[in-house]
T-cell receptor, first 115, second 117 residues
Framework: NAGVTQTPKFQVLKTGQSMTLQCAQD?????MSWYRQDPGMGLRLIHY???????DQGEVPNGYNVSRSTTEDFPLRLLSAAPSQTSVYFC??????????????FGPGTRLTVT | AQTVTQSQPEMSVQEAETVTLSCTYD???????LFWYKQPPSRQMILVIR??????QNATENRFSVNFQKAAKSFSLKISDSQLGDTAMYFC??????????????FGEGTQLTVNP
């Protein structure tokens, strides 16, 4: 199992550009989520999904879109990047129910800089 | 909404000694999980230890143990026999289970731990 993979690892964007951060998992997890990590603020939930075709907003959803067409993939889209979106982005997945559903598996992160 | 507070932005400890990282949280929930995650310079988030709120016994994983005080909403992490590889950012996290809607992880601000040789 590759676990949770994220691409790219690093990205630099200019203000106003768009891009998609990719996230994939091969563990057949129903639940997938995106977090951003900023200095002194821990990780904050952006969007999440409990299955294909179902997404919802987290704590800081503004400026981001998501979709989930398959169980495996959960891309995060920035439609018009802003410097405030400079951050490290983590994707995570887990089972929705069961004894091990407490455990979130995190990807390696994507460091995004918007100039 | 839940909040998690780590009041120690940075800590340091000598190799082989013991260190305790503090965490407090605020919630009106009765059933939840608490976690400590480790984030080394590689950025990978690594689960260190978890505690189910309904369990009175403190969780232990090798050199890592917690002091869970439910009434005080306190959840500290003790690292015994500190090793250089323990140098990392440590995050305390609260998880609320939402059934078919998944779960919510709320993180603290983090404590940067440095183990000195």
């Amino acid at each position: 199992n590759a676990g949770v993979t994220q691409t790219p690892k690093f990205q630099v964007l200019k203000t106003g550009q768009s891009m998609t951060l990719q996230c994939a998992q091969d563990m057949n997890h129903e639940y997938m989520s995106w977090y951003r990590q900023d200095p002194g603020m821990g990780l904050r939930l952006i969007h999440y999904s409990v299955g294909a075709g179902i997404t919802d907003q987290g704590e800081v959803p503004n400026g981001y879109n998501v979709s989930r067409s398959t169980t495996e993939d959960f891309p995060l889209r920035l439609l018009s990047a802003a410097p405030s979106q400079t951050s490290v982005y983590f994707c995570a997945s887990s089972y929705l129910a069961g004894v091990s559903s407490y455990e979130q598996y995190f990807g390696p992160g994507t460091r995004l800089t918007v100039t | 909404a839940q909040t998690v507070t780590q009041s120690q932005p940075e800590m340091s400890v000598q190799e082989a000694e013991t260190v305790t990282l503090s965490c407090t949280y605020d919630t009106s929930e009765n059933n939840y999980y608490l976690f400590w995650y480790k984030q080394p310079p590689s950025r990978q988030m690594i689960l260190v230890i978890r505690q189910e709120a309904y369990k009175q016994q403190n969780a232990t994983e090798n050199r890592f143990s917690v002091n869970f005080q439910k009434a005080a909403k306190s959840f500290s992490l003790k690292i015994s026999d500190s090793q250089l590889g323990d140098t990392a950012m440590y995050f305390c996290a609260f998880m609320k289970r939402l059934g078919t809607s998944g779960s919510r992880l709320t993180f603290g601000e983090g404590t940067q731990l440095t183990v000195n040789p």
